[in-house]
T-cell receptor, first 115, second 111 residues
Framework: GAVVSQHPSWVICKSGTSVKIECRSL??????MFWYRQFPKQSLMLMAT?????????EQGVEKDKFLINHASLTLSTLTVTSAHPEDSSFYIC???????????FGPGTRLTVL | QKEVEQNSGPLSVPEGAIASLNCTYS??????FFWYRQYSGKSPELIMF????GDKEDGRFTAQLNKASQYVSLLIRDSQPSDSATYLC???????????FGAGTRLAVHP
């Protein structure tokens, strides 16, 4: 149980385009999902907390207009990287938290390369 | 700022030995404590969680929590080369809706 999927697993795009990443909890409902970014050989960095039916809470320094988060249902959250640039190339990982627990389960991640 | 500290390593242990990974946290109000394992190029996977003082065992893994000392550890018995990974300690502080992650300790188990 507690499986989280992400799609796509990798994506290559041109500078200036937008990319949407989906995060799904497959066998549980998640009122809260989290989006992280990880650069090579660096630690996880929390970007935002996504709550179903409400606006996401962004961490300090994360541009909310650049990283659009939608959490439209209890099993789906999406992250859209708008006007992507090479410096946005990174490993984006979501996690989902089942209701009434503190435990986060991570998706497999999406590797974004912006040319 | 709530902090979680881990030694970055690498911690090198021989196959079959006990690996001991340590983590300290700054917020005394912390309630929940987690250990995740992350292989290179992969996302973190949950190993175990602990809420109460003392030890919690799951197979070859034992988590130890000491809230008075603000210290949580993970012991891996009979370490295997497949245990070589980065181990992340995460803490949920009181009142926070998120986990605070340490930077991770890299473990290398050599044959």
């Amino acid at each position: 149980g507690a499986v989280v999927s992400q799609h796509p697993s990798w994506v290559i795009c041109k500078s200036g385009t937008s990319v949407k990443i989906e995060c799904r909890s497959l066998d549980f409902q998640a009122t809260t999902m989290f989006w992280y970014r990880q650069f090579p050989k660096q630690s996880l960095m929390l970007m935002a907390t996504s709550n179903e039916g409400s606006k996401a809470t962004y961490e300090q320094g994360v541009e909310k207009d650049k990283f659009l988060i939608n959490h439209a249902s209890l099993t789906l959250s999406t992250l859209t990287v708008t006007s992507a640039h090479p410096e946005d190339s990174s490993f984006y990982i979501c996690s989902a938290r089942p209701q009434d627990t503190d435990t986060q389960y991570f998706g497999p991640g999406t590797r974004l390369t912006v040319l | 700022q709530k902090e979680v500290e881990q030694n970055s390593g690498p911690l090198s242990v021989p196959e079959g030995a006990i690996a001991s990974l340590n983590c300290t946290y700054s917020d005394r109000g912390s309630q929940s404590f987690f250990w995740y394992r992350q292989y290179s190029g992969k996302s973190p996977e949950l190993i175990m969680f602990i809420y109460s003082n003392g030890d919690k065992e799951d197979g070859r893994f034992t988590a130890q929590l000491n809230k008075a000392s603000q210290y949580v550890s993970l012991l891996i018995r009979d370490s295997q080369p497949s245990d070589s990974a980065t181990y992340l300690c995460a803490v949920r502080s009181g009142g926070y809706n998120k986990l605070i992650f340490g930077a991770g300790t890299r473990l290398a188990v050599h044959p």
